[in-house]
């Protein structure tokens, strides 16, 4: 049974330009987050869907930060433009409606902007 | 909103040795209580979890107790091995189906 999958594993872009950080959940979750991982703040959460609809976007750093499910199988986290305080782990994470509370997590992303 | 506190951040044992980590959330209305284990480069994975209405869970060699009058909740792994080393993180729901989590606790086995 694949787990969350998330692309790319690894990212390195300048300083001003587009990154696309993509998702797909554990088939029939019907809930995704999108966590971001530093030393200094540890694990935050930036935004969460349910049913491809946004609930909670409260953690998303500012407009620069932008999330999409467009189907149950699929989200997408963009940075446009990206700064080097971006650089972090982005962690996407999956829930099924039969336990409501437990959360999956994916392998991540590491962007570093230089 | 929800705080979750996490002690301590770091934790040496030698091979064989318990350890514990321990948490306290400060939401009374919190009922979902899981702990994550995150080895280097990946992601965290659920190793265990409780719910409000118990006061104790076992899965071989970890335990988790919680105590809600108190508000915290402690993660007890027996007889240490070298491969449970790793950053041990705890988490508290909220009434917005959100996970908050703890700082993390790094856990380090010697043999």
């Known amino acids: 049974d694949a787990g969350v999958i998330q692309s790319p594993r690894h990212e390195v872009t300048e300083m001003g330009q587009e990154v696309t950080l993509r998702c797909k959940p554990i088939s029939g979750h019907n809930s995704l987050f999108w966590y971001r991982q530093t030393m200094m703040r540890g694990l935050e959460l930036l935004i969460y869907f349910n049913n491809n609809v946004p609930i909670d976007d409260s953690g998303m750093p500012e407009d620069r930060f932008s999330a999409k499910m467009p189907n149950a199988s699929f989200s997408t986290l963009k940075i446009q433009p990206s700064e080097p305080r971006d650089s972090a782990v982005y962690f996407c994470?999956?829930?099924?409606?039969?336990?409501?509370?437990?959360?999956?997590f994916g392998p991540g992303t590491r962007l570093t902007v230089l | 909103g929800e705080n979750v506190e996490q002690h301590p951040s770091t934790l040496s044992v030698q091979e064989g040795d318990s350890a514990v980590i321990k948490c306290t959330y400060s939401?009374?209305?919190?009922?979902?209580f899981p702990w994550y284990k995150q080895e280097l480069g990946k992601g965290p994975q659920l190793i265990i979890d409780?719910?409000?209405?118990?006061g104790e869970k076992k899965d071989q060699r970890i335990a988790v107790t919680l105590n809600k009058t108190a508000k915290h909740f402690s993660l007890h792994i027996t007889e240490t091995q070298p491969e449970d080393s790793a950053v041990y993180f705890c988490?508290?729901?909220?009434?917005?189906?959100?996970?908050?989590f703890g700082t993390g606790t790094r856990l380090l086995v010697s043999p």
């Open positions: 409780i719910r409000s209405n118990v």
């Open positions: 994470a999956s829930r099924t409606s039969g336990r409501a509370d437990t959360q999956y």
């Open positions: 939401d009374s209305a919190s009922n979902y």
């Open positions: 988490a508290a729901n909220t009434g917005f189906q959100k996970l908050v």
